[in-house]
């Protein structure tokens, strides 16, 4: 064979080499690309599986027959560090319902994020009026999530992150096919929720219930008998007349048969004629006008600021935040000391006013109102209950767990929620958590906060020099070196 022949030889041999080694190289990688697509295996190895959904939630996922999207207005390059350590939490945490749903081609979790003020027309088209929200939609139905749903706080710091939890439970009401009805009673004089007037409407009340996702109407007991089959719940909002022994059996008969909601703003002046209803819960609306000689508990204009909070699902937003409500003309409500025992009703005092506060019973002589002993309501040291609960919870059998009852929900006040009162400080947060446990909105899911930890790194003065000089000399000091040695040995 000549020396031509062989050399060329050799030359193809090696072209035919590198393109084998290049063929082969590119059919490794789309191997692994094929099997990590259809046969992807994840591992969460950080601390607090912070990217795994728990297995109540992937159950839910698994099963979910609508398509679900979630719209995010947060924003990573926010000013604000809390929003955007937000979007950092909202992001990952959405992409794993993401993963969870990409195989479920009926029930898709979708994510989108949107700039409020770069694209206002498409944030107007879904209703957003303002950032840092969250919506969750599922056809026409919809579930708005603020910032503050999203952490619980203590001591105005973040301890743990709720995502999961709020997530799921947003994508659950979303998919449900049935929006849920909260009856406005009439008939009494009640403030009412087409009312747009800003002393007793409530039409603001209304929209932010639509946007929640629940349909609003309005419902005479008396003209129509009984209760709609479809009430989740009943409101009764400022009444100015007396509900009639019929009327008050109809609740009755709603709240303990059919397991029922009733949410009752009962402010003082009128009398409202549910004493007997009130008292078959356990619950006595004082005729008292509640005054707060304390500098914090009273402001100029005569509304109560309310502070003193029971741990509850209603109020455990407002204690996280060390949010305070206002209420304008308030009486007592309290567990009624001569009620029936009865060993499954639960009653909570929700909310109270300070130990400066008392009930009086004279408030209409005129005159300043000062506190007489043994004829006032309160004391020295004794606090006015203003919001009360009461729930009926019985067992089952010998089964390990309760079923819930009925839920009667009782403020002493109604004008806190009208259309020039629902804005300030925590009250519209308060109402929302009231609905959203009178219709059993509030999920007991059994998904674990995931605790947000805090990692600094303190160094000294002298500290920070070394570490400044071993970034700037040390280490590209060691890369030269390691260079010369090379060259170095490469020579030799």
Known sequence: MSTFASFRAVRWIRTLNLLAQAVLFITLFGGLNYLAIHYAWRFDLTRHHRHSLSPETRSYLKNLDQPVRVVVTLTEDSDNEPVAQAYRDVSGLLREYGYATENNAKGRVT????????????????????????????????????????????????????????????ILDVSNPSKRKIYFLSGHGEMQPDDVSPARGLSLLTTELGVRNFEVGTWDIAQKHGVPTDAAALVIVGPQGRYDPQEQEALRQYLSTRAGRVIALLPPLFPNGLDDLLYDWGVLDDDVLVYDSGPDGQNDTGDLILRAYAKHSITQQLIDNNVPVRFGPTRSVRPDPGRPLDANLVITELIAASKTAWGERNYRQRGAAVFNAGVDLGGPDQRITVAITSERVTTSGNLPFSVPGGRLIVFGSADWIANDQLATIGNLTLFLATINWATDRDIDLKVPARPVDKFQLSLSQDQLHRLRYSLLLLLPGAAALLGTLVYWTRRS
């Open 111 to 170: 994510t989108e994020f949107i700039d409020v003020f770069q694209r206002r027309r498409d944030a107007e088209a879904l209703g957003i009026d303002r950032p840092n929200t969250i919506l969750v939609l599922c056809g026409d139905r919809r579930r708005v999530i603020d910032l503050s749903d999203l952490y619980r706080m203590e001591n105005g710091e973040k301890k743990a992150f709720l995502g999961e939890q709020v997530f799921t439970a947003a």
